[in-house]
C-alpha cells in the first residue's frame, strides 16, 4: 500500500553534484602537481651529475706521457683534464683532486710545468649560466604548467578558478520559445503572470502613472507543477531573456562564492535588460536566518543578502524580474516577502480533472494512441499526478509500447506506464516461494480489509512484482479530486493501512519487516489527526510543533512549544487510533478469511490482479459516500 503523503522535497543532489566536480578537479590538481615534481627530479637527476664518466685514465698515466715528452698540450676544465697526444688526434681525460693545482701535481711528480702547454679554461661563466638555469628552468616549468592548467580550467567553466561566474543558464530570445499555450491548465497562475509580461513589455506605461513595478514574484507549489514552465512562458511572452539558476547552485564549500555568484548573475542579467532571472528551490537559500552560530549558514546569509541587496539596488530603469519557486513557503525568510522584493505570489497547485484532461491532451501530441484509450478514464484515474508525472507517463508509455514492437500506443501502455511513474520500474527479485506467499497475504490482507471499509476507494491494481523497496503494492487511487478529507476516511486508511500486518499474523501467526513503510503511513495520518485536525478526544487544538530555526531548533530537543505532559498525551492518543484501527483489521479479515485466502491464491498464481479479477472473487464494492 503506498499512500504516504510526500511533504519534504529538498533537493541536495546539486549541491552533492558540485561538490564532486570539485573533488574532480582537485584530484587534476594533483595529477599536474606530481607531473611538476617528477619533471624537476629528472631535471636536478642530468644537471645534478654535469659530466659522465668516461674513459678516463689515471692521471699517472697523462704524467708518465707528459714525462716522455709525448704530450702536446694539455687543457684544463674545472678539474677535468684533457691531454692532446703529439702526432695523434687522440686525447687522455683524466680528473685531478678538486682544488688541487695542476702545476702542484707535475710538481710533485717530478715534472717540470713549463714542459708541456697548458691552457686553462675559464668556467666561472659557464657554471654560472648553469647556476642560473638550474634555478630559473624549474619555475619557467611550473608556469607553464599552471598556465596550460588554469586555460584548461577555463575552458571547461567549472573549474574553482571560475566560481565567482554564477552558473545561470541563458535562454535567449533566439531559441524556440515557450509560449503560455505549452502549459495547460493553471488559468488563474497565467492570468496573474499576464500583468508581468506586460509589464515588461511596455514599463513605460506603468511608470508614467506613477506605479511600482513589482520586482520578484514567487511561484509556490509541489514540485513537477510547472512552475518552471510557467516562468520559461513567461520570458516566451514578453520576448526576455531568461537566466535560469537553483538555489542549491550558489552554494560552494567557500564563503562568499554564493554572493559573488549572485552579484555576477544580476549583472548579466541587467546587461540583457528587460530579462527574467528564475531562481529555483529559492528556499535552500532563503530559509530563515537564524542565529547563524555555525559557518554554513553564514555562507547561506551571504548569499541571500546579496539577493536581497541586488533587488533593493534595482533603478527603475532595470527591468529584471526575478522568479523565485518554492514548494516550501513557509521556510522562507520574512526579509524575502517584503515589499518590493518577492511581493508577489502566484500559487500552482496539483492538477484538478480538468486540468490533467488538458495536460494529457497537450502531452499526447506527436504520439500514436489507440482508438480505445479514453482521456477521461485516463485523467479520473490520476488523480495526485503532477504535470511532470503526467507527462513522464505518456512518454513512459510510448517507450513501452515502443519496446514490444507497437505501432500505437494503448491503455495498457498506459496502465504500466501510470504504475511506473507513481512506485518505480518493476524489479525482480530472488524470491523465495515463503517470500511470495508472505508478500501475497499481505496484500491481499490491504485489498480486503480497504475492500470492506465504506469510505475507502475501490481497489484498482494488486501485485506482488516488486517496485522499488516494497515486495508488492494494492493501489487505491482516489476516485475523485478531494480537497478534505474526513475523520472516518482517515480512520479507515490507517486500518487499511494496517491490513498488511494484520493478515501475517492471523495466517503465519508471525509478523514480517515488510510492513515498515505501512506502520509509517499509518502512524504518521494518525500524528496529524491529533495534533493538527483536532480529531482525537484531546479537542479541537492543533499543537503540532512549528518548525523551528537556528539557534533554537539546537537547542531544544523537542517540539518546543509542547509541553511535557502533553508530549505524553498526544503519545497516548495516537496509541490508541493505532491499536483501535488494528484490531478492527484483525477483525475484518477474521470474517472474509476465505476472500483473503483466494486473492491470496490467485495473486500467487497470476502476480497482479486488476479490479475486475478482485471483484469476481470478493464482489462489488459497497460505498457509503
Ligand atoms: P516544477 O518547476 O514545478 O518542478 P516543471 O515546470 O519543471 O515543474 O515541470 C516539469 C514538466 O512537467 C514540464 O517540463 C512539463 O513537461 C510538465 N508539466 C508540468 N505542468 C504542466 C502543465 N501545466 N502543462 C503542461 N505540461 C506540464
Ligand atoms: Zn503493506
Known amino acids: 500500500m503506498a499512500n504516504g503523503k510526500k511533504r519534504l522535497n529538498f533537493n541536495k543532489q546539486s549541491l552533492l553534484l558540485r561538490n564532486k566536480k570539485t573533488w574532480g578537479f582537485l584530484k587534476g590538481l594533483a595529477v599536474y602537481i606530481l607531473i611538476a615534481i617528477a619533471s624537476l627530479m629528472f631535471f636536478y637527476q642530468i644537471s645534478g651529475n654535469p659530466t659522465s664518466v668516461g674513459d678516463e685514465v689515471p692521471i699517472s698515466q697523462i704524467i708518465n706521457q707528459i714525462k716522455e715528452g709525448k704530450i702536446e698540450k694539455v687543457t684544463l676544465e674545472g678539474d677535468k683534464i684533457s691531454a692532446q697526444l703529439k702526432n695523434n688526434a687522440q686525447k687522455l681525460i683524466s680528473r685531478k683532486e678538486e682544488g688541487e693545482s695542476i702545476y702542484k701535481i707535475l710538481e710533485s711528480s717530478g715534472v717540470d710545468p713549463k714542459s708541456v702547454t697548458i691552457e686553462v679554461k675559464d668556467l666561472s661563466m659557464q657554471q654560472a649560466w648553469a647556476g642560473i638555469l638550474s634555478a630559473v628552468l624549474p619555475i619557467l616549468l611550473l608556469v607553464g604548467l599552471m598556465f596550460l592548467f588554469f586555460r584548461q580550467a577555463r575552458e571547461a567553466g567549472q573549474g574553482v578558478f571560475s566560481f565567482a561566474q554564477s552558473r545561470a543558464r541563458l535562454f535567449t530570445k533566439d531559441q524556440p520559445q515557450t509560449k503560455f499555450a505549452d502549459v495547460a491548465g493553471a488559468d488563474e497562475a497565467k492570468k496573474e503572470l499576464e500583468e508581468i509580461v506586460d509589464f515588461l513589455k511596455s514599463p513605460q506605461k506603468y511608470k508614467e502613472i506613477g506605479a511600482r513595478i513589482p520586482k520578484g514574484v514567487l511561484l509556490v507549489g509541489p514540485p513537477g507543477c510547472g512552475k518552471t514552465l510557467l516562468s520559461k512562458a513567461l520570458a516566451g511572452e514578453a520576448n526576455v531573456p531568461f537566466f535560469s539558476i537553483a538555489g542549491s547552485e550558489f552554494m560552494e564549500m ?34 530563515m536566518r537564524g542565529f547563524g552560530i555555525t559557518g554554513g549558514h553564514d555562507e547561506r546569509e551571504q548569499t541571500l543578502n546579496q539577493i536581497l541587496v541586488e533587488m533593493d539596488g534595482f533603478t527603475p530603469n532595470d527591468h529584471v524580474m526575478v522568479l523565485g519557486a518554492t514548494n516550501r513557503p513557509d521556510l522562507l525568510d520574512p526579509a524575502l516577502i517584503r515589499p518590493g522584493r518577492f511581493d508577489r505570489r502566484v500559487v500552482l497547485a496539483m492538477p484538478d480533472l480538468e486540468e490533467r484532461k488538458a495536460i494529457i491532451k497537450l502531452h499526447m501530441i506527436g504520439k500514436p494512441f489507440a482508438e480505445e484509450v ?14 511532470a508525472d503526467l507527462a513522464n507517463m505518456l512518454n513512459e508509455a510510448a517507450i513501452l509500447a515502443a519496446r514490444e514492437g507497437k505501432k500505437i500506443i494503448d491503455s495498457h501502455d498506459l496502465e504500466e506506464a501510470a504504475t511506473k511513474v507513481k512506485l518505480g520500474p518493476q524489479r525482480k527479485r530472488m524470491q523465495t516461494e515463503t517470500d511470495r506467499k508472505l508478500a501475497a497475504y499481505h496484500e491481499a490482507g490491504h485489498a480486503i480489509v480497504g475492500h470492506f471499509l465504506p469510505h475507502v476507494d475501490p481497489v484498482h491494481r494488486i501485485t506482488i512484482v516488486s517496485r522499488g523497496m516494497s515486495g508488492g503494492h494494492t493501489m487505491f487511487p482516489p476516485t475523485e479530486d478531494r480537497s478534505n478529507e474526513t475523520r472516518s476516511r482517515l ?11 494484520a493478515a501475517e499474523e492471523l495466517i503465519f501467526k508471525d509478523i514480517s519487516t515488510g510492513a515498515a513503510n505501512d506502520l509509517e503511513v499509518a502512524t504518521s495520518i494518525s500524528r496529524d489527526m491529533v495534533t493538527e485536525y483536532g480529531m482525537s478526544s484531546l479537542g479541537p487544538i492543533n499543537i503540532k510543533p512549528r518548525p523551528m530555526f537556528g539557534l533554537w531548533a539546537r537547542l531544544s530537543e523537542e517540539g518546543g512549544e509542547v509541553s511535557q505532559t502533553m508530549q505524553s498525551r498526544i503519545d497516548a492518543e495516537i496509541k490508541k487510533i493505532i491499536d483501535s484501527s488494528y484490531k478492527q483489521a484483525q477483525a475484518l479479515l477474521l470474517k472474509n478469511k476465505s476472500d483473503l485466502d483466494q486473492v491470496a491464491k490467485a495473486l500467487l498464481e497470476k502476480e497482479t490482479l486488476e479490479s475486475e479479477e478482485f471483484e469476481k472473487i470478493v464482489g462489488k464494492k459497497k460505498r457509503l459516500h
Open 491 to 501: 480512520l479507515e486508511q490507517i486500518t487499511t493501512a494496517l491490513g498488511g500486518r
Open 254 to 287: 567557500l564563503v562568499g562564492v554564493g554572493a559573488a555568484r549572485v552579484r555576477d548573475m544580476f549583472a548579466q542579467a541587467k546587461k540583457n535588460a528587460p530579462a527574467i532571472i528564475f531562481i529555483d528551490e529559492i528556499e535552500s537559500i532563503g530559509r
Open 374 to 387: 479514453d482521456i477521461e478514464k485516463l485523467a479520473r484515474r490520476t488523480v495526485g499526478f503532477s504535470g
